[in-house]
């Protein structure tokens, strides 16, 4: 069983599509987070949410808008995607909002935006 | 605000010899957590290394141990024994009020 599972794992679009990534995760973990990694392999914070409830939003376009159904996912939809859009996207969870026994990671969702 | 510094970007060890990795941090919170993940070529996060800030004691796990300093925000990773499997991109973080703050990475390349 995949603790965070992403999908999908791969994506290639065109620019000015709109496109989703889903995360789930079978934790039961109260927080879930959006995590941006650029070709540099920098991570970089871009949503969080815990128990369904937006707690962070860094400086992203908002064109990315994230949705949380329940605590137990938090999807990701980009409209009118870019070609600086393209980096691996990673979901995360963590038992709480201070991440006190760590953070799980899916697996990431590689974005190609031609 | 909290911010995390690896000024190594890139190191390289022999098979079974010992390797540190630098991490400095900085940050406002008086209770936080300091991690070590590791990401190979697979590109999975996985975690390596957890040390919770109120405690003196260094965290080991296996061939893993850290060295933490809380006075100068320092927190390193020694690899004892490397193996061919340690080679990945080493990230290390500290937890904020609501989320895990990385540092730029050390690939690290573990040579035969």
């Known amino acids: 069983d995949t603790a965070v599972s992403q999908t999908p794992k791969y994506l290639v679009t065109q620019m000015g599509n709109d496109k989703s990534i889903k995360c789930e995760q079978n934790l039961g973990h109260d927080t879930m987070y959006w995590y941006k990694q650029d070709s540099k392999k920098f991570l970089k914070i871009m949503f969080s949410?815990?128990?369904?409830?937006?707690?962070i939003n860094e400086t992203v376009p908002n064109r990315f808008s994230p949705k949380s159904p329940d605590k137990a996912h938090l999807n990701l939809h980009i409209n009118s995607l870019e070609l600086g859009d393209s980096a691996v996207y990673f979901c995360a969870s963590s038992q709480d909002r201070k991440g006190t026994y760590g953070y799980t990671f899916g697996s990431g969702t590689r974005l190609t935006v031609v | 605000a909290q911010t995390v510094t690896q000024s190594q970007p890139e190191m390289s060890v022999q098979e079974a010899e010992t390797v540190t990795l630098s991490c400095t941090y900085d940050t406002s919170e008086s209770n936080y957590y300091l991690f070590w993940y590791k990401q190979p070529p697979s590109r999975q996060m996985i975690l390596v290394i957890r040390q919770e800030a109120y405690k003196q004691q260094n965290a080991t796990e296996n061939r893993f141990s850290v060295n933490f300093q809380k006075a100068a925000k320092s927190f390193s990773l020694k690899i004892s024994d490397s193996q061919l499997g340690d080679t990945a991109m080493y990230f290390c973080g500290g937890s904020g009020a609501n989320n895990l703050f990385f540092g730029t990475g050390t690939r690290l390349t573990v040579i035969p």
């Open positions: 949410y815990n128990n369904k409830e937006l707690i």
